[in-house]
């Protein structure tokens, strides 16, 4: 009822939350959550950070935004320091969300394809399972067709691989790019296998084909390094980012290698990386670069995947696989149906945990969660499975 003027894309959950600290949120009743999702990855520095929450209003008292058609040096840093963090010679462009960064990217990659004289090259391939975005184009280049219904007419030149190993095989004369997620988040937690990446890698430089990464979810040190990329060792040629990067507050960005590819005119945001957006990155980055020079990240995501590893044991009929990197990780659950119970009980419990896929529970908490919230968390976890037992 109280919903009735929202348009219904999400079976929503009834708990309304009211405040939080770190990783655990309090709702109107004054009932205590342990968050292991941090709103999909986005909270990456967790609920209540006073660091942030001062960033952000010394910004806004000052200027929240202005056109992208003045200097916006909060900007300017934010590029910076997500150039010099990535370790890759790029230039940034910025938008609000990932589904309109990969846009970005994928107009990078049409544009790269379109030279004077030669055939015009278009066609993306991404993978089986994959996801970039709910806009028409990003959803287009999501290789799953089922989210395809109803929206069409689509634009055309988006092919889809099964395995990255199949990528190879599908390029043809056309083809201009290709797009992965490292770790397919929406697609059951799925890591990509690392020599085949590298090996696609080095083929598509031969080629000249570009390699696009898209980074929304596993990036800004989600997976425990900035970019998942570094984990993967390769140099890709147009990475997004978003989720995580503004610690809730919307902002995304792609960045290139191919430093001169936009002329005046060819993209552009009204809101992308205005003051209080860049503001925000910047203290984010800030927090998780400390956080990550002292060895806490590397030590809170050991711990986390332990502790995780032992919850998971406990439950060898339900729990059938551990997978993910970092801070991004997954159990498979037998079938749907007990993963939804999972879910719902938890919430009930105390616990905070989501889908991912068909049958994943996906474990995506801010990456300052403390040990203590990480025990809390497994500590409900345990009693949510007596409860599915029962
Ligand atoms: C969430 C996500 C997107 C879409 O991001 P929005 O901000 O919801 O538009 C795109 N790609 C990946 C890999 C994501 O996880």
Redesign the pocket.
Known sequence: MKQKYLLSTYKRQEVCFERGDNATLWDGDGKEYIDFAAG??VCSVGHGNYRLARAISDQVAKIIHVSNLYRIEPQEECARRIVELSEYDMRCFFG???????EGAIKIARKYGEVDGKVKRYKIITLKN??????IT?LKA?GQVAKHDYFGPYPDGFVYAASVEEIESLIDEYTVAVMI?LV???GGVQPLNLVAVQRLALSLKSKDILLIV?????GVYRCGSFLASHIYGITPDVI?L??GLGGGV?I?VVMSGIKDIFSYGDHGSTFGGNYLSSASANEVLDILEEYSQRGELIDHQNYFETSLERFASAYPSIFTERVGIGMMQGLRVIDGNTLSKIINIAVETGVLVIKSGKNTLRFVPPLTISKSEIDEGFRRLNLVMLQLTE
Request: glycine share 12%; proline share 3%.
């Open positions: 999909v990855a609000n969300s990932g589904t309109e960064v990969n994959s996801f970039h975005g709910r806009t990003a999501t997620e397919q988040g929406e898209d980074e929304v979810q596993t997004t978003a989720k919307p995304g």
